[in-house]
């Protein structure tokens, strides 16, 4: 298997044989240690999402329809009301272990869907339904992200500088991934891209992860600091942005990883177009626009202390931690999903896309 391969291979999340448990790649442990972790209880699932073990807003939602169902089966001998009552409840469970991904609710919602469409059925014909809705979910992600990887890529050309923030690569996703899936199509068409990543404080997604990948794959790839955008792109280096999404309102305001907003508004200023790519799962037509998005806030330790040899601001000083931001639509070129490149006006065009 050539290096392309094995990175557009990656099975970030998956059942075990026996469909009793599901495994992750720990992605807290990357890049320095490849870790597998296998779990088959509702705190140890609700954890992983919790400590992002498992990240990426397609990656969140694929692994909770795994868990549902893997969760599901220790209570598969109950009475259809009660066996329904405890789906409800580990949904609602898991579902508030991060709110900004829609893709969590949405594959959360999918699952139950399940259970009460099948009221009439006996709860282990509902189990096996259950499994194959979420391998399903899955396999809708690996076809959106190679069809978004190929939208993508026609936006871009031999020799183009893509600046990318976060990760949004085959570990936030199955298989090609987002915002990176277009350059891991073009380098396996033998086409070549110089990728700009930016690290993300503080989390170092795109250290850690984006950069991991990209280079892996044999791609171009060049790790900078968050603030260091604006001079990569003053250089003359960056023809496009691609970022991926954690939620898209009907409006095309969208909330990805802190840090985002700044790279739309320096492309602006630079006038780089700038993208992103996401599957119909990111897509929340039931939100209006940008301030209708929770943003998570996290813990400020990793802010001050995770990542450095000892603390790097005092005990006492306040930190502000939000996990995500919201880019207005004004500042973005497009939307690339499955079903094609959206253009502004951007209410009108996700509306006959994905209006229900
Ligand atoms: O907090 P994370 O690492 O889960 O945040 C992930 C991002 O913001 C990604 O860019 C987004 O989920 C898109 S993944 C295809």
Redesign the pocket.
Known sequence: MDEITKVTHIDNVKLTGDKKAVTIIDQTQLPNRMVYLTMDTEEDCYDAILK?KV????A?GIFAGYAMYVLCQKYAHKPYGEFAAEFHRQKEYLNSSRPT?VNLSWALKRMEQVVTDNAGKSVSEIVELLGAECAKIHQEDIEMCRKISEYGLSLIKEGDGILTH???GPL??SRY???IGPMLLGKERGMNFRVFADETRP?L?GARLTSFELQKAGIDVTLICDNMASIVMRNGWVQACF????RIAANGDFA??IGTSGVAILAKHYGIPFYTL?PSSTIDMNCPDGAHIEIELRDPEEIKEKFYAEPMALKEVKCYNP??DVTDHELLSGIVTEKGIVRPPFDVNLKKLFGN
Do not use: E, M
């Open positions: 992002l990240r990426g807003a397609p969140i991904a976060c990760n949004a936030a996703t991934g987002t915002a989390l997604q970022v991926g999404c954690d990805n990883k996401g996990a995500f």
